[in-house]
């Protein structure tokens, strides 16, 4: 039936003298005999409906729709019985505003959002203790991007390293994409939250690179003496990422604004256009998964993209174990 429906009350736009009209009166204006049954009745409303769409004044059209679906309600017995619902609820006794059989509505249908609130606090909490209240960590590796990590296996790379008690720990984190995918709730959260563990390596996908500008030191003298660390036939399999500072920005904004929220242009005036060596990419599928993470990306092939973090302290240790990982790519 047509919407006529204003600040929640269904009569708020109907015909004020037709408000209150009794089942006859119903019938009549819907062009039918006092014994007409439900079908008759339908019958009867798509009928005048179709008749009244022909209406070429717009307003009076819509005007004619609400008046006919109400005098529908009432013919059927819909607003009889809407009436004694709200005088039922008027009677019962509230809690905040509502009865108790909607407040078990409500939470028949919203009790997963709490399950899924409640969860990602305890996982926050839990980061974040493990990040102010276990500061003994050797090293700490974060990744975020759209896969799946098994983060036993780094732990145990990184204790074969030498590393006594590393910190390891992932978000699966979508980024804006015309792959159709969306991100897990409060994903960005606990992402931002992961950051706070000032991360010495950061392993992140093309994808998603690029927003975390921020969060990576620039590895071109790094990246200048690969080669002869690692050989050239492994070095052949490394791209690396540059991005600048505006180039970030303007991908920041655009997430912002596709999400409803206010960002100032004029701060990219500001930004710095000088490229910067933020990560070292990765395709080799074998090594991709000996690592093991699995791309969750549906149209795109699986990468990786490994940096040092902006708050790394042993930045030589960070590049030793990085070059440990691209060494098998020989």
Not at 126 to 131: D, H, K
Request: hydrophobic fraction near 40%; glycine fraction near 6%; charged fraction near 25%.
């Amino acid at each position: 039936m047509a919407d006529n429906t204003t600040n929640n009350d269904p009569l708020a736009k109907v015909t004020p003298e037709f408000i209150g009209m009794s089942k006859e009166d119903a019938l009549k204006f819907l062009e039918l005999p006092l014994d007409a049954n439900d079908f008759a009745i339908d019958e009867g409303f798509w009928k005048l409906s179709k008749r009244t769409r022909s209406i070429k004044d717009e307003a009076e059209r819509e005007q004619k729709m609400i008046d006919i679906s109400y005098a529908y309600d009432v013919a059927t017995g819909k607003e009889e019985k809407r009436i004694k619902a709200l005088e039922q609820r008027a009677a019962e006794k509230k809690y905040f505003g509502k009865t108790k059989g909607e407040w078990g509505v409500y939470f028949g249908y919203t009790w997963y959002r709490y399950l899924i609130a409640l969860v990602a606090i305890i996982c926050i909490i839990a980061i974040v203790y493990r990040v102010v209240f276990t500061p003994d960590e050797d090293i700490a590796v974060l990744s975020v991007g759209h896969f799946e990590v098994n983060v036993d296996v780094m732990e145990d790379r990184l204790k074969n390293e030498g590393m006594k008690n590393p910190f390891v720990n992932n978000s699966n984190l979508v980024v804006p994409n015309d792959q159709g995918e969306m991100n897990g709730s409060y994903a960005d959260m606990t992402s931002s939250v992961l950051f706070v563990a000032q991360p010495d390596i950061v392993v992140t996908d093309e994808m998603t690179v690029k927003y975390f500008f921020e969060q990576f030191q620039d590895l071109s003298i790094y990246y200048e003496g690969l080669e002869d660390q690692i050989g050239s036939e492994a070095f052949s399999k490394i791209e690396p990422i540059y991005c600048t500072e505006y180039e970030a920005g303007v991908l920041s904004m655009e997430y912002l604004e596709s999400q409803a929220m206010d960002t100032d242009r004029n701060e990219l005036l500001t930004m710095s256009h000088d490229r910067m060596l933020i990560g070292l990419m990765i395709k080799d599928e074998t090594l991709i998964k000996k690592l093991g993470y699995f791309n969750l990306w549906p149209n795109s092939e699986a990468t990786l993209v490994f940096g040092i973090g902006a708050g790394c302290d042993d930045r030589a240790q960070s590049e030793r174990i990085l070059t440990s990982i691209f060494s098998e790519l020989g």
